[in-house]
């Protein structure tokens, strides 16, 4: 069927010619889809503001050879100009459509798209700190993408109990005969916070120490850049200093 419908967010755009525009989507139905968005960027285009990162929109497409083509797009969630306004949310936003974008080159799933929606809309709305909503965007699609760290038993033997050393490389807790010399211990008041970021628990989230969720921010970006086998380039943007969120 040339042409289909599907809701997507949008990860990323590149200018093509003089008006147009290659939008790179991650669609509900069919995963990471690149199109042409024609003459989007003319000031009388129709559409050009619903094709903006960060922005939802229901579209009509055309199936072409190698690039698709928008026919139709309606806004389903106008999120852009609420994140761009502050830099945390921006900053945090983009590093989630670059592990989007990332991880749907393999195989993308309606639940990586459901879990970047409702990210992308707690940043807008400033529902958590933008930190921590990145951090459990990430253990989530980790775990959704075959990648969930282990934060009980131990990732190298399967050791039960309440282990300190949380090594990346060799899939999150390990235990003291497993890791490496020189592992440095991870607080319990971290692993908690690790578990509660992975389950979604916000009223332990929101009340966590900054130390904690400093401890645990850096956990997770190194676990998760380490599995991506390749950096995010948007960390290198994210500010350590306390962040803004409802408390």
């Keep these: 069927m040339p042409t289909y419908r599907d809701e997507a967010v949008i990860l990323r755009t590149h200018k093509l010619g003089e008006a147009d525009r290659i939008v790179t989507m991650l669609s509900r139905r069919n995963g990471k889809i690149r199109a042409v968005a024609k003459g989007v960027r003319r000031t ?14 229901d579209l009509q497409l055309y199936q072409g050879r190698s690039l698709d083509i928008v026919q139709q797009a309606e806004s389903l969630g106008s999120y852009g100009s609420e994140i761009a306004a502050h830099y945390d949310r921006f ?17 993308a799933t309606p639940e990586q798209y459901l879990l970047l929606v409702g990210g992308l ?27 969930a760290p282990s934060l ?58 900054h130390s904690d969720t400093a401890a645990a921010s850096g956990l997770v970006s190194t676990y998760a850049q380490f599995h991506l086998e390749r950096g995010i380039r948007s960390f290198a943007h994210i500010s350590d200093q306390p962040r803004e969120g409802i408390r």
């Design 44 to 57: 009388s285009s129709k559409f050009g503001s619903r094709l903006e990162p960060f922005m939802v929109a």
């Design 91 to 107: 900053t945090s936003a983009n590093a989630m459509v670059e592990t989007a974008d990332r991880l749907s080159d393999a195989e």
């Design 121 to 147: 809309r707690a940043l807008s709305r400033g529902e958590h700190a933008p930190r921590s909503i990145l951090d459990s965007y990430l253990l989530r699609v980790m775990a959704l993408s075959g990648w």
């Design 152 to 209: 009980g038993d131990c990732a190298r033997c399967g050791a039960p109990g309440s282990h300190t050393h949380f090594v990346a490389q060799m899939g999150g807790l390990v235990c003291s005969s497993c890791a490496p010399a020189g592992s440095p211990r991870v607080a319990e008041s971290t692993l908690g916070l690790l578990r509660s970021l992975m389950r979604g628990e916000w009223d332990a989230v929101d009340s966590a120490a």
